[in-house]
């Protein structure tokens, strides 16, 4: 039970770690180049065909960063207690694909079901 509560603390430690971070990144992006878009958003717009002027864009940004900061805590979390070397950078290798692959997945499919596809 222990474990179990060490591993739930590194992970929430590490996720609002990274979300702070996300989240300060983002501001500043924002206020800095209005015309730049951050590239998470340009696959989603790309990938899922979707009209960035019907999507709330904080939003948007808010849930991106809540997938990155999910991705790299659970990524770091499960890395962490592994001693082996390349099993760790294997293990975080495979879950940083696996995990931005299908809540990328998740997040582009949900934004099409909303009707926010661009009008063709």
């Given at each position: ?9 590194v992970f ?99 934004y099409q ?8």
């Amino acid at each position: 039970m222990q474990m179990i509560i060490r591993y739930l603390m590194v992970f929430i430690l590490a996720f609002l770690l990274v979300f702070i971070i996300y989240s300060i990144m983002f501001s500043r992006k924002k206020i800095k180049n209005k015309q730049k878009e951050i590239t998470e958003v340009k696959l989603l717009v790309k990938k899922y065909n979707l009209d960035i002027r019907k999507i709330k864009y904080k939003n948007l940004l808010f849930t991106i960063s809540i997938i990155n900061s999910t991705i790299i805590a659970f990524s770091f979390t499960a890395v962490f207690y592994v001693e082996n070397y390349f099993l760790s950078l294997a293990i975080g290798f495979v879950l940083l694909i696996i995990l931005t692959y299908s809540l990328y997945e998740i997040v582009g499919r949900h934004y099409q079901k909303k009707g926010s596809k661009k009008d063709v």
